[in-house]
């Protein structure tokens, strides 16, 4: 660590933090459990300032990131389990481990090739661990879309998948009947079961889009709320209170921010 100094300052903070003896009160509260909820937080404070294009932003951010990883260290290494070190290290035999072709004279030049020998490589690791099943280390925690989209993905990898995107729609087809009855059924349990199989085979359409459904997702969330935005500027701007619109009057401004936010 001595040609890193500002890890190695990082590390020192973290366990002058940690010390029962001037330490933080918070910070020695706070468990592997109990830290979690920012680690997601902090990862996706990362994702928004990429997609910002604010590298400032994402210096800090990748900070925050970073001082997370170095909290569970310190945790790992007050409970003799690993530390700073040991994370890095497991990392680089990964790394080296799944890249053959750079590091060994293994020659794949071919993308195809380079995923398919990740994959198989992945796929001893999980029997190593004894995990039976190709979606057995899946994480639970990962968001829906990002979740459904690597299950398929790691179907798709022993070739249960569909042929192409026009199959895929046609399947879309097929559940959009389905909720459809479920629907006229007046059945919740149905209705919340079929939606979830569209939902599931929106996102397979994306994958075999070549597009991350989660990305997706986010540029439509993030469209509509610029969109709402300006409807609310003209909403205020009208002089009269949201309830006293008619519909076809807020359509009419949503036409207008659509107009007016697309071409900026």
């Known amino acids: 660590m001595k040609d890193q100094p500002g890890i190695r300052k990082l590390l020192e903070i973290m366990a ?13 509260e706070q ?3 109990s830290i979690v909820p920012s680690t997601l937080e ?48 497991s990392m680089s035999d990964k790394l080296i481990h799944r890249h053959p072709h750079v590091f060994s004279d293994e020659s794949l030049t071919q993308e195809s090739d380079i995923k398919s020998n990740w994959e198989a490589l992945k796929a001893e690791e999980r029997a190593a661990k004894g995990h039976a099943s190709v979606l057995a280390d899946v994480p639970v925690a990962l968001p ?30 097929e559940e959009r009947q389905e909720f459809e009855e479920a629907l006229a059924e007046h059945d919740q349990a149905a209705i919340a079961d079929e939606l979830g199989d569209m939902m599931f085979c929106m996102v397979n359409l994306s994958r075999h889009l070549k597009l991350d459904a989660e990305s997706v997702l986010r540029a439509a969330n993030r469209k509509f709320e610029r969109r709402f935005t300006e409807v609310e500027s003209l909403v205020d701007s009208s002089q009269k209170d949201w309830q006293d619109h008619s519909l076809d009057e807020l359509e009419h401004y949503w036409q207008q921010a659509k107009q007016s936010t697309d071409t900026k």
């Open 144 to 173: 829906s879309l990002s979740r459904a989209q690597k299950l398929q993905r790691r179907a798709a990898n022993v070739g249960f998948d569909w042929q192409d995107s026009g199959a895929v729609l046609n399947k879309l087809d």
């Open 16 to 28: 002058q933090l940690r010390n029962p003896d001037g330490g933080c009160p918070w910070d020695l």
């Open 31 to 33: 468990s592997f459990a």
């Open 42 to 89: 902090e990862a996706y404070e990362v994702a928004d300032a990429i997609e910002s294009q604010d590298m400032s932003q994402l210096k800090e951010e990748l900070g925050d990131l970073l001082f997370q990883v170095v909290f569970y260290s310190q945790l790992g290494k007050e409970e003799g389990l690993f530390d700073f070190n040991d994370i890095a290290q």
